[in-house]
């Protein structure tokens, strides 16, 4: 990892962002100048900053919350938001979540992050309108603070390390908030208690915007057009059974929410609908492609949209509106972590 400079308090930003960006940081947009107090603030009330927390892919750096800082102050982000940023950046780390390939691969898989419980709102992010968009320093800070450090930290650079073939705009930031309700939270599904504070970190292998079926008004009218983007995204991988062992998570706008669950469909359920009838459309497509292209039939039950259908994951986020978003975990093969944040 390159050393990271502190620049003088009148240093000029334009300037600061062309030398950082030649030395190998930053992701090409305008940056906050690195001072000593600009640090020093982020940095304030950590306990151990120099520890270090793992090395980082792909030339293994050393992840430091002081290092991490440097990059949040570099992306812009809220100061409260750091614990979030270095819980996201440690549960990259684990092995399953296979940082070392998403940053080095030809593909285009982004690090996405879901921030779950009330430090999302005390960090000033949204879970509402927008959220994976623009307007909202907490959620593209935190996004933008998490790529930034892996990327730096990691040594990934484009077209040296970093060899994807054309990229994508979420490796800039991908990152909301997970609403309170009506669902439990992803962090409660996965064992770490009610309205815990928590992270997860998502190989996201693209962004589908998915609409409910036309008249929606049954559970089966909103989700059948995600299972069949599901299908899709599994088809586009090129062999379709790559997904068997991945992951699709599922942005459910709180409307659609609210409406499946006064008809009784809790997570679990859509969850399963979603596995089932996904898998279901994948087979039949992969064995019409087959048929067409002269190519061995797959056998039925080799494909599927996913692992499991634990492995579908609905988070209840957006504002007004039935528009619902489908992130497909990269094919490369990613999982997914989730983490409590923890003082530090």
């Not at 930034?148 to 054309?166: E, H, K, N, S, V």
């Given at each position: 990892?390159?050393?990271?400079?502190?620049?003088?308090?009148?240093?000029?930003?334009?300037?600061?962002?062309?030398?950082?960006?030649?030395?190998?940081?930053?992701?090409?947009?305008?940056?906050?100048?690195?001072?000593?107090?600009?640090?020093?603030?982020?940095?304030?009330?950590?306990?151990?900053?120099?520890?270090?927390?793992?090395?980082?892919?792909?030339?293994?750096?050393?992840?430091?919350?002081?290092?991490?800082?440097?990059?949040?102050?570099?992306?812009?982000?809220?100061?409260?938001?750091?614990?979030?940023?270095?819980?996201?950046?440690?549960?990259?780390?684990?092995?399953?979540?296979?940082?070392?390939?998403?940053?080095?691969?030809?593909?285009?898989?982004?690090?996405?992050?879901?921030?779950?419980?009330?430090?999302?709102?005390?960090?000033?992010?949204?879970?509402?309108?927008?959220?994976?968009?623009?307007?909202?320093?907490?959620?593209?800070?935190?996004?933008?603070?998490?790529?930034?450090?892996?990327?730096?930290?990691?040594?990934?650079?484009?077209?040296?390390?970093?060899m994807a073939t054309i990229g994508s705009?979420?490796?800039?930031?991908?990152?909301?908030?997970?609403?309170?309700?009506?669902?439990?939270?992803?962090?409660?599904?996965?064992?770490?208690?009610?309205?815990?504070?928590?992270?997860?970190?998502?190989?996201?292998?693209?962004?589908?915007?998915?609409?409910?079926?036309?008249?929606?008004?049954?559970?089966?009218?909103?989700?059948?057009?995600a299972a069949a983007a599901m299908a899709?995204?599994?088809?586009?991988?090129?062999?379709?059974?790559?997904?068997?062992?991945?992951?699709?998570?599922?942005?459910?706008?709180?409307?659609?929410?609210?409406?499946?669950?006064?008809?009784?469909?809790?997570?679990?359920?859509?969850?399963?609908?979603?596995?089932?009838?996904?898998?279901?459309?994948?087979?039949?497509?992969?064995?019409?492609?087959?048929?067409?292209?002269?190519?061995?039939?797959?056998?039925?039950?080799?494909?599927?949209?996913?692992?499991?259908?634990?492995?579908?994951?609905?988070?209840?986020?957006?504002?007004?509106?039935?528009?619902?978003?489908?992130?497909?975990?990269?094919?490369?093969?990613?999982?997914?972590?989730?983490?409590?944040?923890?003082?530090?």
């Amino acid at each position: 990892m390159p050393d990271l400079p502190l620049f003088p308090d009148a240093a000029d930003p334009a300037a600061v962002a062309a030398d950082l960006l030649a030395a190998g940081h930053g992701d090409g947009l305008p940056v906050v100048p690195p001072t000593a107090a600009r640090l020093d603030a982020m940095l304030a009330g950590a306990a151990d900053p120099d520890a270090v927390l793992g090395q980082v892919p792909p030339l293994f750096g050393e992840l430091t919350v002081r290092a991490v800082a440097w990059y949040a102050v570099l992306a812009g982000c809220p100061r409260p938001a750091l614990p979030v940023v270095v819980a996201a950046c440690r549960a990259a780390l684990e092995p399953g979540f296979n940082l070392l390939g998403l940053a080095t691969t030809t593909g285009a898989p982004a690090v996405g992050v879901l921030v779950h419980g009330p430090v999302a709102r005390r960090v000033g992010m949204t879970s509402g309108a927008g959220g994976l968009g623009t307007g909202n320093a907490g959620n593209a800070g935190v996004g933008r603070a998490v790529s930034l450090a892996l990327a730096g930290i990691g040594g990934a650079r484009a077209g040296l390390t970093d060899m994807a073939t054309i990229g994508s705009p979420a490796k800039y930031t991908c990152c909301t908030a997970e609403a309170p309700r009506p669902l439990p939270s992803l962090a409660q599904r996965r064992g770490l208690g009610v309205d815990v504070d928590a992270v997860t970190v998502v190989g996201v292998g693209g962004l589908v915007e998915v609409l409910p079926g036309e008249g929606y008004r049954e559970p089966p009218s909103v989700l059948g057009p995600a299972a069949a983007a599901m299908a899709g995204a599994a088809m586009a991988a090129g062999d379709p059974g790559r997904f068997r062992d991945g992951e699709q998570f599922l942005l459910l706008p709180p409307e659609l929410a609210a409406l499946l669950g006064e008809q009784g469909w809790g997570a679990d359920r859509m969850a399963g609908f979603l596995f089932e009838q996904g898998s279901a459309l994948l087979r039949a497509s992969a064995s019409a492609l087959a048929f067409r292209a002269g190519l061995p039939a797959y056998a039925a039950g080799d494909l599927r949209v996913a692992a499991s259908a634990d492995d579908v994951r609905v988070v209840v986020t957006g504002g007004a509106g039935g528009k619902m978003a489908l992130l497909p975990t990269w094919a490369g093969g990613s999982r997914s972590v989730t983490a409590a944040v923890r003082p530090l």
